[in-house]
């Protein structure tokens, strides 16, 4: 009887064992597949980079400003308290900063504070 358990017991544990190699072997396949990623993802994020670089030296502005410190004239009339035709107006006379991002114009939005609290100064 002890024999049999034995032998039942030792079968469990290669049994066991072999099951451990097989989540040993998926996890190492699970890494390198996350390491994969990981430098495809980086090498995307340089690209981008990149990229940001070529269109904002083209535009002649910095990545920032392209990505975050614009906003379109729609937002700029509401801060202004004026209408959209007229941020048109003042983008056109040089009196608004703009710059084209994707064919659509967008107002330094730095430039938009600072002349918000001058509000009077934009209409004359």
Known sequence: MKAKAC?????????LDAINRQ??????????????????????RERIA???????????????????????PKQAAYELGVTEQRVYQLIKSGK????RVGGRQRVDAQ?????????????A
Do not use: Y
């Open 50 to 72: 990149e990229l940001e670089g070529i269109i904002a030296s083209r535009l002649g502005v910095l990545p920032a400003m392209v990505a975050v410190n614009t906003i379109t």
């Open 23 to 44: 989540h040993r072997d998926r996890l190492a396949k699970l890494e390198e597949t996350n390491r994969i990623q990981e430098a495809i993802n980086r090498e995307q």
């Open 111 to 123: 430039a938009l504070k600072t002349r918000a609290t001058c509000k009077r100064s934009l209409e």
């Open 96 to 99: 608004l900063p703009s710059v």
């Open 7 to 15: 032998d039942d017991l030792t079968s469990i544990l290669a049994r």
